[in-house]
Structures are given as structure tokens and as C-alpha cells.
């Protein structure tokens, strides 16, 4: 290791030369460089941290927003070897062209996806796909935290399933569809920003993607259920020992979380090792070769390209389980206390309107609404209440039947009502309720939290 | 069976005389006789009719209200038989002192209780013991249907299970105490009508008692494991075969409800059988010798003086079931389709102020408030948001530990707050969160239903 020299200047070729195929590794932030060669071993994040050697560090911490803090940037300091030449500096940085872009091997994507952020890709379903039961897998809505890992035709993937005593099993994907027996369930994910721009717009500003409502989708899955690997693998999955707590997942690309093990071993909580959507094997964006589907959780437990499977008596440590995915009261800021929110499990009940439609008829014009509606837990939607008047008046809508496979009711269900002209007013609204008789709260600033997570406040949506 | 002879008149003395011991069954409304005794054995509910010949069917049919309705008194004009002799009438009905009090034999209450009707006996608990974690015996809310039943010291009660074959296995008390492994559970009961007087103020006038805040108790629990007695009898608790849907259970005074086969038979539900309540046997009030427990639904499933559990491909028949504990949307009037809407299972999240106490300090003088807060399905309360000014702004109560036993959040959970007097406006506001994120509806009239079922919109109370 080179002895840290402030007046030392390095060219960015000579830092390119310090990769993950060298044997000693440089990155660098805004003009100074690091040798973390020592450090690596240390890296909370595991080997992650390998794809930036060479490089930047900066895109990567954009995306692993827990780096953005005073301690990370002290442990960095002190593996400072010096600065970037001047020569290689445009306005004191590193040119753009000359930081990797980690989302370069990114699938091509449908264009008809509504784009949040192109790298890394969030993008919701577009509205006309919003009204199919079985959202097709080009347009079903992508939440990615971090680039597309490229596993090529997933032959060389594999699943290691590690038990509490640290012992260890290994599956390809074709072990998994050889020797299990195969399962498919319609499960709707719905990512917990979904709905934030309501939030926003009814109470005050939210952090993170202003997603309308087209961040959720539902698809049939197909793949081997989580409880007969753990029972492969010992765990007597009707008990489990007291000191098993959690299923901990991590996928290739670097992002990680984990569930309770009730709901990992539940016969009938169908958290499934998915090979398939919709009949055919996952596309890239949605997890190919293999990724979880924990139906009734938030979509963020349904960890993609997942090649890890930890069983444990703590959460995942990982950024996604300790602070993104968790609710917070109206009355904190920006600094609240994260160990004491729980993270996000099941989601509550949700519903949104998808479509307004003029209809002229014989006898009287109409407008007819569409749209869906959802409940976590597995819990069916038995009711669908729809005001024409901002209130005044409600009625039901139709609750279209479905087909939906699985213990419980995974899927969204989707809903229908027709108004005479003559009944609107100005301004619908959509509330809908669980079969545990769960509803959605009437309004959004009371249910303020400044991550805008689970916003489930009535949607509101101007008659035509 | 006597001719009808419409001229015929009856004295009360002889009517009297075709009682439950004689051999033909005589029953009499307002003043007019019917020999019923070709018409018992088609009877829908059963032998409970006994209890009601040799005299009048009106108090029964006042706490049977399914009897109210026009084919019913076809079916009973088709008995008819004559008239009561004038003699015998005062102000043309037969005198009150000469119709049976089916509540005669109630026990004894403590005066605390905040009594709704005496008979049957409903009544709250009072707001010093809802302070308590465990509610004493003598002081949890009653909720009775119909008559207590005399059972004397238990000793001949017995539980009958009936499966889809016919098969019965029959216990008694002592049986299932000496056969059995005992388990304890701490639950919450809560009256689907608790909270009721608060939709009626917030939004309409509501059918049914109007329960303020103590239609909620918490007890401990002790019994046996329904799912331990349906593995004894001989069903694949872990995989019932499809055709068993529903557990039904019948109460010694003709009360009758269903639950899920899954919660029925689920490792965690910890649905039992009890015989004790705060470790004494249970009192006759809560359903001695033996009731059911079905902790995170609603109260109307906990069944006692059980004696009877029976596997069914159906929910059971009683109106508890078919008719009274669901709810409808705020467009449905008092003729709802009830079939349609699905019977309370699992409860939505609720929470209510208990007490407000002014407290006057060294610094500043204080308000205090303590409450309660509960979800279904066992799902724990992560949070409760108070506002001390109508809702302007929102703070996080405490929430009190307790050491609630079983294998889910089955107890309430108690919070308290205190606030600086200049903080406090006029109205105090209360809202639960529980760890599915569900949380409860801001208002009465969009999520009124005639029943008044399940109200859980925001408690509002006056600050002193």
C-alpha cells in the first residue's frame, strides 16, 4: 500500500489499472483517491463494493444512499493516497465519460413503460395495462434500486441456502425444477412508494420517486415454495427453533432483505423461488434466473436475481430493511428514530381509480370508472365504495371476478361502476375495504410521513 | 292435535299444562294459542323452542328477531288453535306475571358495570378497569344474547365434536383438563358493537346497542387447543381435505356462530377451548363451564357454554352468523343483501381515549390521556398518533409494555400521553397503527353502516 501523500498526483489511467482484476484497488471521490485494498474485507456491503474499484465511487453511493454520512466519509479518509492529476480534471472532476456507468448492461425496456428514472430504471405500467387482471411482463411496472445484474442465460446461477449452523446448500435453477415440486400463484406487488405523488399533493412534500398509480402489477408466478427448501434443508418448518426469526435474501445486484419465518414457512403464505411470470421464464428486469415472490408483503421482501437465502435471528442489516421501507408518524422529520418503526411487512388495504370514461348512451350519458383494489396478508377485498360527489353520496362498485391461484387472495381484484352524467359532481372518490373490514383512511396529511411509504388516503380524481 | 276451532277459548291454566314435561306443546302470541307440537322437530333452531311452550313465544321472538317477519307467522297460523279466554286477559294480552322470564336465573353482577340492557344482560366495563391490562372478572363488558344458562356445577356439561362423517366424540370438562395439554393465551374480546355510539353522534342513528368505549375486555385465557381436539378426533389439522370449511359452535342457550377451518386449525391461532379466565374457573356471566376463544376476530365468535363443535361445508346458519355481525356499505339501507357482505371475522385496528386527567404541575400544569388500542388477527399496534388540537398537529403516545402470552399480539395494547396544558385545543383526536400499516378511517359517515358494526373512526374527545 502507498503511504498517504497529499501532494501526490495520479493519473485516472493509472487509477483504471487498479480494478477488480488487479491485485491491489483504488477508487476515487470528486478529486481524491483512496487504496481500499485493506478495507475491502471490512465492507459491510460484501463484494459489491468491487464494481466501483477503479472508478468512481459516486454513482454507487448515489444508489446506496446509507454511504451519504460523516462516519463513511472518515473511514474513507484514511485510506487517501493522494489527488487526480489536473491534467485529467474538467471543472475540477473527473470527466462523466470517464466514471462507469454501472447500468450500462440494462435490458432495453418497452416504451410504453412510464419512465421515473432511467438509471436505475423505476418506471411505472401504463394506464391501459393497469385494467388487464395479468399485467404482461413488458409493461409490468420496474422498481430497480440498483443496475440489472447480467447472468447470462442463468445457467451459472445459484441459490445457497445457509441454516443457522452456518451449513450450507446449493441449487442451480435446474435443481430447483428438477427436484421440487413446482407451484404457481397470482400475487399483485405493489412497491410502498406507490401512490406518493398523492401524498405529496394532498399533505407535503415526500422523499423518494413521485410514483402515481402505476407503481403495482400482478402476474402468475411460478416456482418452488421457500417452506420445501427449508424443510430440504432440516429446518422442521411446522416449529421452528425459537432462535430462527428471519429468512434473510440477497440478490446479485447487491440489494438484500428479509420476512419473518412464519410467513417463510407458512403452509399457506406461498412464498415462492420464482423461475416464471406469466408462463415464461422471467424476463431480466424482473429477476431472471430466479427471484423471490412473498405474495401480501410489500414487493420490496421480493428480493430479484436472488442467489442467497440466510435463515437468522435479525433482520437483513441491509439499508432496504432498517430505514427505506418503514412508516413513520405525522409529527417526525427527516431524523427519526429508525430502529423503532418496524419495517414494512404486509401492506394495509389500497385502492385507486385506473380510468374515467365518457359514455354516450341512448338514453342518458354516463361516465364509467375503473380501477383496482388491494389488500396485504392475503386478505380479500369484499367492498369497493365510489362517491360521484366528493362525499356526498356513495355507491358500490362491481368487483370483477378473477381466477387468481394461491392459499389466499394474493391478487388485486379489479372493480367497475357506471354513473348517470347527472349524478357527478366535480370530484370521485375511491375508498375500499378488506375482508377484515380494514379501510383506507379518508385524507393525507394525518397520515403524513416524510418517506411517503403506504400512502393509502382515498383517491381523489376530477370528474370529466 | 286439537282441530282449529276459532271459537274455541283457552284458559292460561291449561295452556300452562302443555309444557316441555307434557306430551304436546302449546305456545301462545298476544292472544292467540298454537299447539306447535307437529311443527318442533322441523323447528330451525332446535329444542331451544322448549324452553318457550306451556306460554308465550314473545319474549323469545324479542331476543330471536329472525321470527319477525311475515313467514313466520304463516308458518305459526298454520297451529292455530283458539284464542285466550277473556277471563284470563288484561287489556287484551295475558298478564305479564304469567309469562316466564327466561333471564330468571341470570347470576348476580357487580354494580360497577355500566348496564345497557338487564336482559338479556349487556354492559360495559367501567372506565377505572379499563385502565387495567387484565379486566377483572367481575368487570368485563357483558355481552349476552339470550338467557344465562344454569349449569349448575358443570359437572354434566358436556362438548360434543361432530365430523363431516356423522362421527361424534363427546367430552366432559374434567375430560379435557385430564386429556389434553392446557394452554394460555392473553385476548382481547371485543363486542362488533363497541364504539357504536359514536358512529350514531359522528354520521346517523345506528341499529343496536349503543356501546360507548368499554365494549372491550382483556382477559388470560386457559383451555385447551381447539386444533389439539380436532387432531383428536381424527382430522389432518395441516391439511384438512378440502371439503371442511368451517368450525360451528352451539352454546348451551342457543347461540350459535362459525369460524374458518384455517384459524380453527392454525398453529399459531391459538383458538381454545377455555375453562378458566384469569386463572379461576370462568364465571357463569363469560360462559361457565366452558366457552370458546377465538382471539383477533370478533367477539361473536367466542361462543360460550359451548357444547357443541361441528365441521361443516358451511358457515353456521344462526342469524349471529348470517345476519347480525356484518356490515354494509354507507349506500346500503336497512333491507341490505345480506348474503353478500361476509360475516366479521378478523377485526380492523381501533383505538379509544379512556381518561383525561388534568394534572397540575411544579412547571406547568398538564393534561394526561390513556387509552387503548387493538387490531385484528393478532397484528400488533406499532403507533398511536394523538392530537391534542383537532387534528393540527399529531404526537406519538407511549405505548405500555405488557407480557401478553400466546403466538400473536392477541391483547390491547394500553398508551398514555401527556400534554403541556398551552399545547391543548379544545378536541383530543386518537389513531392507531398496527404493524400491517393499517390504520383508521378519519371520519363516521363514509364508513356508516345501519348496523353500526366495527365503528373505528378517530375518537374524538373534549379537552377539560
Redesign the interface.
Known sequence: MDAATPDRRLRLSEIHEHNRDSGSYWVYRGDRVYDITDWIPSHPGGDVILRAVGGSVEPYWNIFSIHQKQEVLDILEQYFIGKIDPRDLVDGRAPAGQIDDPFKSDPERDVGLKVLTPRPCNAETPTRDLASFITPDRTFYVRNHLWVPDLGKGEKHRLTIEMMDGSEVEYSVADLRDKFTAHTITATLQCSGNRRAHMTAGARQTNGLQWGVGGISNAEWTGVLLRDLLAAAGLPV??PPDDVKHALFAGAEAYGASIPI?KATD??GDVLLAYEMNGKPLSRDHGFPLRVIVPGHVAARSVKWVNKITLSGEESTSQWQRRDYK?F????GKSPDWDA??S??????QSAVTSVDEVYGLEEDAVVLQGYAFS??G?RI??V?V?PDN?K????AQILENDAKGHKAWAWSHWRIAFAKHEVDKVFLV?A?D?????????FE??YNFKGN?TSGWHRVSAP
Do not use: F, M
Open positions: 411446522d416449529d412464519e403452509r399457506r412508516c408518524g405525522p409529527n417526525e418503526a418496524v414494512i411487512q404486509e401492506v394495509p388495504v396485504g396478508g386478505r369484499v367492498r365504495d362517491s362525499g353520496t356513495w355507491q358500490q375508498k375495504v375482508e377484515s373490514y380494514n379501510t383506507q383512511p379518508d385524507s394525518p397520515h403506504l
